[in-house]
């Protein structure tokens, strides 16, 4: 099949490889990127093993918290300059504050807006043409814990509250619920900075495991060693890559030296009881969305045509 430019540049952008090894890579593969990602890792020319998702819609995250719950919730926009704009960011803000109540993308969706008579889907319709871009309410969800805290993190804020990325932890214990909430904060801090795939290796996806293993085999293959020892290769990596996505295995971005589990056991000291880190959420803008690309120049010279 014909492989364009753009899947080239695409994977490129992904793995980091030569624009020739991107080349042969999506040939090998009939154009599949995933695929081809995994053919560059499994050759040792990829540099990096996967980036998310292209992240290219525009708008805000909001948070909420009250007692032992928060929420968090993804309000997009067509460009960065609305999303600075106090009239979106009241309505973000809002959107925030009925996740707390209902949740849910689409009880939140269905929910009334703050000081209205009409849901949150309507009024974010209606606010188009106050604002003059389009909008969307994308996503909500909501932690909650029976005794502890639910700490949340917003980076990059614009506002209080509001930013381009916002994570929640919540922290399950009997102890001191604000020393819970200030040890719970600093894990949201760690998983902005480090996007962790699970809480546990057990609640990663057993196919995401069988595809690293496929790929740390064939690798270990390359090497010419027996069987038995690229076995124990396989194992030694698939325990290095638990280290890297899952969160309790992860070392602690403020404390390098110990992973957050232990981080969470010297903490009950302060906390005054056994804690334990029941969920987190972690929602970056636009995340999964594909943008469209266009071109400036002829965007002007269409409008200037009309």
């Known amino acids: 099949?014909?492989?364009?430019?753009?899947?080239?540049?695409?994977?490129?952008?992904?793995?980091?490889?030569?624009?020739?090894?991107?080349?042969?890579?999506?040939?090998?593969?009939?154009?599949?990127?995933?695929?081809?990602?995994?053919?560059?890792?499994?050759?040792?020319?990829?540099?990096?093993?996967k980036k998310a998702g292209r992240t290219a819609a525009e708008g805000l995250i909001g948070v909420d918290a009250g007692v032992r719950e928060a929420a968090v919730v993804e309000v997009n926009s067509e460009t960065d300059f609305v999303a600075r704009n106090a009239a979106f960011q009241e309505i973000v803000a809002n959107v925030a504050k009925v996740a707390l109540a209902y949740g849910t993308t689409e009880a939140v969706a269905a929910a009334e807006y703050p000081g209205s008579d009409k849901s949150v889907t309507d009024t974010i319709k209606d606010a188009v043409g106050t604002i003059g871009e389009n909008m969307g309410f994308r996503r909500s969800a909501k932690l909650t814990v029976p005794h502890g805290a639910v700490a949340t993190y917003v980076h990059n804020a614009v506002a209080d509250g509001l930013g381009k990325l916002g994570v929640l932890v919540a922290i399950e214990t009997t102890g001191n619920e604000h020393a819970a909430n200030a040890f719970a904060r600093q894990v949201a801090m760690h998983v902005a900075a480090t996007s962790p795939m699970a809480l546990t290796a057990e609640e990663i996806d057993p196919a995401a495991v069988e595809r690293e293993k496929a790929i740390f085999a064939d690798q270990a293959r390359q090497t010419g060693k027996p069987e038995a020892i690229i076995e124990k290769m396989v194992e030694g990596r698939l325990r290095k890559f638990y280290e890297e996505v899952v969160l309790l295995k992860q070392a602690f971005v403020l404390n390098p030296d110990i992973t957050v589990e232990k981080a969470l056991k010297d903490a009950e000291k302060e906390i005054g009881a056994p804690a334990k880190i029941t969920a987190y959420l972690r929602f970056a803008l636009g995340e999964g969305i594909e943008k469209e690309t266009t071109d400036f120049a002829a965007e002007v010279a269409a409008a200037v045509k009309k």
């Open 1 to 49: 099949m014909s492989i364009s430019a753009a899947q080239v540049k695409e994977l490129r952008d992904l793995t980091g490889a030569g624009m020739m090894d991107c080349k042969a890579a999506l040939n090998e593969t009939n154009g599949n990127m995933e695929e081809a990602v995994d053919w560059l890792r499994k050759k040792g020319i990829s540099k990096a093993d």
